[in-house]
């Protein structure tokens, strides 16, 4: 396991449809976490799981964004309905619990760009 | 709510050279941590260092160490004979500790670092 996975790398979509990004984490990894960044800017969190639980979604995170964590290893973050304003990279990281600090170690990201 | 403001959105340094880049934070909490990321184009985001909030020794990686002001909320990153690799973005990020629930990273706007040869 060499690191987390993201799956698509990019993404074009035009507005109104629906898209689906894919994380693997580091599999001993625990947690999983969701961010979102935009050009310019450091990455926002959107929603965090500990093994299958989602324990804390952003208001960023609106209604027509939902995430899994089915098993408590991969997950998925689906976007409904997708507006301009979602175009961003949506970066997946994941850490353990075993050490008490909370080092993340990110995936490369998504990038989505909605036309 | 926690922030985290990096007022340096651009610097440059000579190779070779030392460069420190800012970041100050906001927060009522006593126990958290503190992160310098790397962004590199098109690249994914690395740990730089790391502080616990709870040590008074700054954090040193290699050419890589902080300077950890608790009281006056400041969390400065020092670069030591920098390296055309060092280019990237570099942000600075805040986590409350484990006790406190999901250890979100909160992270400032960026510096992006740029090394002349």
């Known amino acids: 396991d060499t690191g987390v996975s993201q799956d698509p790398r990019h993404k074009i979509t035009k507005r109104g449809q629906n898209v689906t990004f894919r994380c693997d984490p580091i599999?001993?990894?625990?947690?999983l976490y969701w961010y979102r960044q935009t050009l310019g800017q450091g990455p926002e969190f959107l929603t965090y799981f500990q093994n299958e639980a989602q324990l804390e979604k952003s208001r960023l995170l609106s209604d027509r964004f939902s995430a899994e964590r089915p098993k408590g290893s991969f997950s998925t973050l689906e976007i409904q309905r997708t507006e301009q304003g979602d175009s961003a990279m949506y970066l997946c990281?994941?850490?353990?619990?075993?050490?008490?600090?909370?080092?993340?170690?990110f995936g490369q990201g998504t990038r989505l760009t909605v036309v | 709510a926690q922030t985290v403001t990096q007022s340096q959105p651009e610097m440059s340094v000579q190779e070779a050279e030392t460069v420190t880049l800012s970041c100050t934070y906001d927060?009522?909490?006593?126990?958290?941590?503190l992160f310098w990321y790397k962004q590199p184009p098109s690249r994914q985001m690395i740990l730089v260092i790391r502080?616990?909030?709870?040590?008074?020794q700054n954090a040193t990686e290699n050419r890589f160490s902080v300077n950890f002001q608790k009281a006056a909320k400041s969390f400065s990153l020092k670069i030591s004979d920098s390296q055309l690799g060092d280019a990237a973005m570099y942000f600075c990020a805040y986590s409350r500790s484990l006790i406190q629930g999901a250890q979100k990273l909160v992270f400032g706007q960026g510096t992006r670092l740029t090394i002349n040869p």
């Open positions: 990281a994941s850490s353990s619990n075993r050490d008490r600090g909370p080092e993340a170690f």
């Open positions: 502080q616990e909030a709870y040590k008074q």
């Open positions: 927060t009522s909490e006593s126990d958290y941590y």
């Open positions: 599999s001993e990894h625990n947690r």
